[in-house]
């Protein structure tokens, strides 16, 4: 199993961006996905998570502003985060679980500036 995660970058604030995570060795369609980021000092926290069969929850920082979604044909699933802000600066990772082990991607920077 491997997940990669891409599309992030740097973005002023207010500005919005598009993670995607790209699943390869897995039955991609049957798994949930999760994404986490982790900022500078701070520890990992669920951002968004989204079902096998698409229903999605969020963190209450991004509730509004982060949507995550999922394209099992593409065996990718996405984050699109909009009305970013600094607070959103961070490592973000996508993970899913297969055989009852957790597997993650590498991880994207994500820098909102002022």
């Known amino acids: 199993v491997q997940l990669q995660a891409s599309g992030g970058g740097l973005v002023q604030a207010g500005g919005s961006l598009r993670l995607s995570c790209a699943a390869s060795g897995m039955n991609f369609a049957i798994a949930a996905v999760d994404w986490y980021r982790q900022a500078p000092g701070k520890e990992r926290e669920l951002v968004a998570a989204?079902?096998?069969?698409?229903?999605?929850n969020y963190a209450d920082s991004v509730k509004g502003r982060f949507t995550i979604s999922r394209d099992n044909g593409r065996r990718r699933a996405y984050l699109q985060m909009n009305s970013l802000n600094i607070d959103d600066t961070a490592v973000y990772y996508c993970?899913?679980?297969?055989?009852?082990?957790?597997?993650w991607g590498q991880g994207t920077q994500v820098t909102v500036s002022s």
């Open positions: 993970k899913t679980k297969v055989w009852n082990r957790d597997f």
């Open positions: 989204i079902a096998s069969g698409g229903s999605a």
